[in-house]
């Protein structure tokens, strides 16, 4: 089956830290460029982080820079976002997606995104 999972999400205090995860069902994901995008209550989902197929280049949202770190293991076909310093403007539903294998670049169009997870939810509180 071709699937994402995401895991981790959860209630935090501000300040706190958080980890995500992305599980790939299949090897295939792993040769894909991936990304984090998240989805604030009556607001549109937007872009987080996206990483390169080897994983040696990637690209975070300035409202996440420097505080949020995206990284993938292809031997344990997961991806992860590492959310520290967190604050309550983060709390929002979290998803991973996958390009499909032909394209190349990192992108932080959602639309160009084919593959979804089924999102999870971070809670920041004040």
């Known amino acids: 089956q071709v699937q994402l999972v995401e895991s981790g999400g959860g209630l935090v205090q501000a300040g706190g830290s958080l980890r995500l995860s992305c599980a790939a069902s299949?090897?295939?994901?792993?040769?894909?460029?991936m990304g984090w995008f998240r989805q604030a209550p009556g607001k549109e989902r937007e872009f987080v982080a996206g990483?390169?197929?080897?994983?040696?280049?990637?690209d975070v949202a300035d409202s996440v820079k420097g505080r949020f770190t995206i990284s993938r293991d292809s031997a344990k076909k997961t991806m992860y976002l590492q959310m520290n310093n967190l604050k309550p403007d983060d709390t929002a539903v979290y998803y991973c997606?996958?390009?499909?294998?032909?394209?190349?670049?990192?992108?932080?169009?959602?639309?160009?995104?084919?593959?979804w997870g089924q999102g999870t939810q971070v809670t920041v509180s004040s």
């Open positions: 997606a996958s390009r499909l294998i032909a394209f190349v670049h990192i992108s932080r169009s959602s639309s160009t995104y084919y593959y």
């Open positions: 299949e090897r295939t994901f792993m040769d894909s460029i």
């Open positions: 990483i390169s197929r080897d994983g040696s280049k990637t």
